[in-house]
C-alpha cells in the first residue's frame, strides 16, 4: 500500500488509501478511484476471476499498493458504497466455495477462492473477510506462503485493522527481507496508525538501500510533517521532485511543495487533456495549519472527488466554495450521495473540533463549467 495521494497539510491518511498517511494532493499509485466500473469474468481452470475494467481516473488521494503488489480489480477508495456485481458472478463465486469446503485439503481451490473473493472485494467490500479466511486456510497448508502473507496484509489495511495488517508484513518480510515496496507499505501503515516515528524509521531503512525510492522518499516527508518537522518535510520534497518518475508526477510534487510552503498552488498537471483550460490558482493553505486549510485538504484528498477539484474559494472564514470539474453530484445514486456526504461532513467535524470552530461550516460544491451550485454540505 505504498503511498498513494498525500496531503502536506493535514498528515492524514484518506480513506485507501487508507494506505496513506497524509493528504492534500494526490500523487499516481496503484489504487484506483473508478467512478464506473464494468465486471467481466474471465475463466480460469474451470472457476472465475473478476477483474475491473475502469474508466480511466486520477489515483485517489490516499496512500495505495505499491507497484509492483498484486493487482486488485477495481481497488475502490475507502467511503466508495460497494458495487452492484453480477448475479452469474456471485454465484460462480458461491460454486467455488462450495468446491473448496467439499475438498478442506486441496490448497490450489482455496488460493483460488481467496483471490476471488479478494478481487470481489475491491469491489464490495462484504467480500473482504470470507476472502481472509480462505487465505488464512492456504497458511495452516502452506505457513511460508508470501504471496498469500501479503494478500492478508493487503486485506487488513482495506479494513483498517492496521495492527493485523502490520503483523502480516513483517512475517512476509522475514521471509523476503529485501522487497522494498512491502517495507514502504509496512511504513505507510504505521503512519496510517499514528505511529509517525515508525513510520519514519521505516523509509529511512528503504531510502538507506536505494536513495531514488521514489515513493519511500515521498511518504517520509508526510510523515515528517505529519510530526512538524517542516523543514525536513520540505527538504524531502524537494529531493522526490528530482526522483518523480514523469512530469505529471513532478507536477503533483510542485503542488505539494506549495502547499507545504504556504504559497499559491500550481493547479495545470503536464499531460492534461488538450483544451483542458487551466484552472485559477488554488488557495494557498496557510503556513503552520488552519481549519481552512485542513478543510480544503479534506475534499483536495478524497479518491473520488479529490481528481476533479479545480480550485477552493474561501468568501468567508468558514464559507467555502469547492469548484468540481466533471463530478455531476446529481447523477449520484441516492444512497451512494448520502454516504458520500455523510463522510465528508464526519471530516469536517473532526477538524472543527481540531480547531475549535464553533460556528456552521459550509461549503458549496460548484460546478466550475457553469457556475452551478449542486450541493451544499453544512456542518
Same mark, same amino acid.
Given at each position: 500500500?505504498?503511498?498513494?495521494?498525500?496531503?502536506?497539510?493535514?498528515?492524514?491518511?484518506?480513506?485507501?488509501?487508507?494506505?496513506?498517511?497524509?493528504?492534500?494532493?494526490?500523487?499516481?499509485?496503484?489504487?484506483?478511484?473508478?467512478?464506473?466500473?464494468?465486471?467481466?469474468?474471465?475463466?480460469?481452470?474451470?472457476?472465475?476471476?473478476?477483474?475491473?475494467?475502469?474508466?480511466?481516473?486520477?489515483?485517489?488521494?490516499?496512500?495505495?499498493?505499491?507497484?509492483?503488489?498484486?493487482?486488485?480489480?477495481?481497488?475502490?477508495?475507502?467511503?466508495?458504497?460497494?458495487?452492484?456485481?453480477?448475479?452469474?458472478?456471485?454465484?460462480?463465486?458461491?460454486?467455488?466455495?462450495?468446491?473448496?469446503?467439499?475438498?478442506?485439503?486441496?490448497?490450489?481451490?482455496?488460493?483460488?477462492?481467496?483471490?476471488?473473493?479478494?478481487?470481489?472485494?475491491?469491489?464490495?467490500?462484504?467480500?473482504?473477510?470470507?476472502?481472509?479466511?480462505?487465505?488464512?486456510?492456504?497458511?495452516?497448508?502452506?505457513?511460508?506462503?508470501?504471496?498469500?502473507?501479503?494478500?492478508?496484509? +493487503?486485506?487488513? $489495511?482495506? %479494513?483498517? !485493522?492496521?495492527? /493485523? *495488517? #502490520?503483523? &502480516?508484513?513483517?512475517?512476509?518480510?522475514?521471509? =523476503?527481507?529485501?522487497?522494498?515496496?512491502?517495507?514502504?507499505?509496512?511504513?505507510?501503515?504505521?503512519?496510517?496508525?499514528?505511529?509517525?516515528?515508525?513510520?519514519?524509521?521505516?523509509?529511512?531503512?528503504?531510502?538507506?538501500? +536505494?536513495?531514488? $525510492?521514489? %515513493?519511500? !522518499?515521498?511518504? /517520509? *516527508? #508526510?510523515? &515528517?510533517?505529519?510530526?512538524?518537522?517542516?523543514? =525536513?518535510?520540505?527538504?524531502?520534497?524537494?529531493?522526490?521532485?528530482?526522483?518523480?518518475?514523469?512530469?505529471?508526477?513532478?507536477?503533483?510534487?510542485?503542488?505539494?511543495?506549495?502547499?507545504?510552503?504556504?504559497?499559491?498552488?500550481?493547479?495545470?498537471?503536464?499531460?492534461?487533456?488538450?483544451?483542458?483550460?487551466?484552472?485559477?490558482?488554488?488557495?494557498?493553505?496557510?503556513?503552520?495549519?488552519?481549519?481552512?486549510?485542513?478543510?480544503?485538504?479534506?475534499?483536495?484528498?478524497?479518491?473520488?472527488?479529490?481528481?476533479?477539484?479545480?480550485?477552493?474559494?474561501?468568501?468567508?472564514?468558514?464559507?467555502?466554495?469547492?469548484?468540481?470539474?466533471?463530478?455531476?453530484?446529481?447523477?449520484?445514486?441516492?444512497?451512494?450521495?448520502?454516504?458520500?456526504?455523510?463522510?465528508?461532513?464526519?471530516?469536517?467535524?473532526?477538524?472543527?473540533?481540531?480547531?475549535?470552530?464553533?460556528?456552521?461550516?459550509?461549503?458549496?460544491?460548484?460546478?466550475?463549467?457553469?457556475?452551478?451550485?449542486?450541493?451544499?454540505?453544512?456542518?
Amino acid at each position: 500500500m505504498t503511498a498513494a495521494n498525500f496531503c502536506v497539510e493535514c498528515g492524514e491518511r484518506q480513506p485507501g488509501a487508507k494506505a496513506a498517511g497524509v493528504r492534500g494532493l494526490s500523487l499516481p499509485v496503484q489504487r484506483f478511484a473508478p467512478v464506473f466500473v464494468v465486471l467481466t469474468v474471465v475463466a480460469v481452470g474451470g472457476g472465475v476471476v473478476l477483474w475491473g475494467s475502469m474508466t480511466p481516473k486520477a489515483p485517489p488521494s490516499v496512500p495505495g499498493r505499491s507497484p509492483s503488489s498484486p493487482p486488485a480489480a477495481g481497488n475502490l477508495p475507502e467511503g466508495h458504497p460497494p458495487v452492484d456485481i453480477p448475479d452469474q458472478v456471485k454465484q460462480a463465486i458461491r460454486e467455488i466455495a462450495q468446491k473448496a469446503e467439499a475438498a478442506p485439503d486441496d490448497v490450489d481451490t482455496w488460493k483460488h477462492l481467496g483471490e476471488v473473493q479478494y478481487r470481489a472485494g475491491q469491489l464490495d467490500p462484504s467480500y473482504l473477510p470470507a476472502a481472509s479466511t480462505a487465505y488464512r486456510h492456504v497458511l495452516e497448508h502452506e505457513p511460508d506462503n508470501v504471496e498469500v502473507l501479503r494478500s492478508l496484509g +493487503n486485506i487488513a $489495511f482495506d %479494513q483498517d !485493522q492496521y495492527d /493485523i *495488517a #502490520l503483523g &502480516y508484513y513483517q512475517e512476509y518480510l522475514k521471509r =523476503k527481507p529485501d522487497d522494498l515496496n512491502v517495507q514502504t507499505d509496512m511504513g505507510t501503515m504505521y503512519l496510517s496508525a499514528g505511529k509517525s516515528d515508525q513510520a519514519i524509521a521505516t523509509y529511512e531503512a528503504v531510502l538507506k538501500t +536505494n536513495p531514488s $525510492f521514489f %515513493q519511500a !522518499q515521498v511518504n /517520509i *516527508a #508526510l510523515a &515528517y510533517r505529519s510530526t512538524g518537522q517542516n523543514e =525536513k518535510a520540505l527538504a524531502a520534497l524537494e529531493k522526490a521532485r528530482t526522483l518523480a518518475p514523469d512530469d505529471k508526477t513532478r507536477t503533483q510534487v510542485d503542488q505539494l511543495l506549495a502547499r507545504a510552503k504556504g504559497q499559491p498552488v500550481p493547479d495545470q498537471v503536464a499531460g492534461a487533456p488538450a483544451g483542458q483550460p487551466a484552472a485559477e490558482p488554488a488557495a494557498a493553505a496557510p503556513a503552520g495549519g488552519s481549519f481552512q486549510a485542513d478543510a480544503e485538504g479534506i475534499f483536495r484528498q478524497n479518491p473520488i472527488m479529490g481528481p476533479k477539484v479545480a480550485r477552493v474559494e474561501w468568501p468567508a472564514a468558514q464559507t467555502a466554495k469547492v469548484f468540481l470539474r466533471d463530478f455531476p453530484v446529481e447523477q449520484m445514486p441516492p444512497e451512494m450521495r448520502t454516504i458520500f456526504m455523510d463522510r465528508i461532513k464526519g471530516r469536517i467535524k473532526e477538524k472543527k473540533d481540531a480547531y475549535h470552530v464553533t460556528e456552521t461550516a459550509r461549503f458549496d460544491l460548484v460546478d466550475d463549467a457553469t457556475g452551478k451550485v449542486m450541493d451544499t454540505i453544512s456542518e
